[in-house]
């Protein structure tokens, strides 16, 4: 026996030993858990309310940070003081930046604050977003990335008291006007926002505000994927976080199911809990933004 097919045999009896995908490279990253997303939303409802401004916004945002410590990202806060009708408030978002290679760029956003309510730990409307991007965190370590990939969460999307264009909104109009100023938006590709995605009756809005583009790209990859019946077709206009980004001539999409319960009925309510939740629906939206990075990355405008 030569030395050489010692080697080989050796080798063999080796990768023998391994599962045969663990040869292929998409084994080697882990793929979006929507179970994982869901425990994600459950550990940061527990902290329970977090508006603006609360020890309980905090604490989250120290979660947060803990969890992206873990990944291999550059993680910065964008700290404002929010001139609100009940008078100036703390907020910061939360910046996770994992690098590409093309000076090109796509984020992810969605929001961490919930509303200032009684009794209101917004599952989905704050939780979900959050669950959501810590996944996405998790799985875009170690991923191969053409373009700088941000996950973004914002503080203070909600209206501290009732929404206008002057009382909502505030961390992405914040970090809209800073990414102008520093020319972060002149370099997107796209900005997907999530909200209010973790529903277990899952339908998502044809947000018509949106950019047609991206909203095709996304629509098309759900098509793709198995999951039309989640995807609405009726054009509607919500008003989210991604509207400052638009604003700022972003091509920018906003994914949130507005249709919460009986005629909407948990949403802005105590309702509002882990209860109404489901796995798939964080599997479904996972799946769909995991396979739209890369299509954008081979994008070449
Ligand atoms: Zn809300």
């Keep these: 026996m030569s030395r050489n097919s010692v080697f080989v045999l050796a080798t063999l009896a080796v990768a023998s030993l391994l ?8 084994a080697l990253t882990k793929s979006f858990s929507g179970a994982a997303a869901l425990n994600f939303a459950a550990r ?3 902290f329970g309310p977090r508006p603006s401004g609360s020890a309980a916004n905090t604490r989250q945002r120290a979660y947060i940070r803990e969890q992206l410590a873990t990944c291999h990202c550059e993680v910065s806060a964008d700290a404002f003081t929010a001139q609100t009708p009940d ?11 994992f690098p590409g290679k093309s000076g090109r760029a796509i984020a992810i956003t969605g929001h961490f604050d919930t509303k200032k309510m009684t009794n209101f730990v917004g599952a989905n409307d704050g939780a979900s977003s959050t669950g959501i991007l810590l996944e996405m965190a998790a799985v ?3 991923r191969p990335r053409t373009d700088d990939v941000y996950i973004v969460f914002f503080d203070g999307e909600e209206a501290v008291r009732d929404w206008t264009d002057s009382d909502s909104v505030y961390g992405s109009r914040h970090l809209a006007g800073k990414w102008t100023a520093d020319g972060t938006n002149r370099r997107l590709k796209a900005l997907i926002n999530v909200d209010m995605t973790g529903d277990k009756d899952l339908d998502i809005v044809y947000e018509s505000s949106s950019s047609p583009s991206l909203r095709k790209l996304v629509w098309d990859a ?3 994927l198995g999951y039309s019946a989640f995807f609405l077709r009726q054009p509607n206009a919500v008003e989210d976080d991604h509207i400052p980004f638009l604003q700022a001539g972003v091509r920018a ?7 919460y319960g009986p005629g909407n009925a948990y949403w802005h309510t105590p309702q509002d809990t882990m209860d109404k939740l489901g796995a798939h629906s964080f599997q479904v939206v996972g799946d769909v933004l995991m396979r739209v990075i890369p299509e954008l ?3 070449k405008q």
């Design 19 to 26: 599962p045969r995908a663990a040869f292929s490279q998409a």
């Design 44 to 46: 940061v409802v527990a």
């Design 87 to 97: 008078g100036p408030v703390a907020m910061e978002n939360i910046i996770a930046k």
């Design 140 to 142: 875009m370590t170690g």
């Design 222 to 224: 759900a098509d793709a």
């Design 253 to 259: 999409l906003d994914l949130i199911d507005f249709n």
């Design 297 to 299: 990355e081979a994008e």
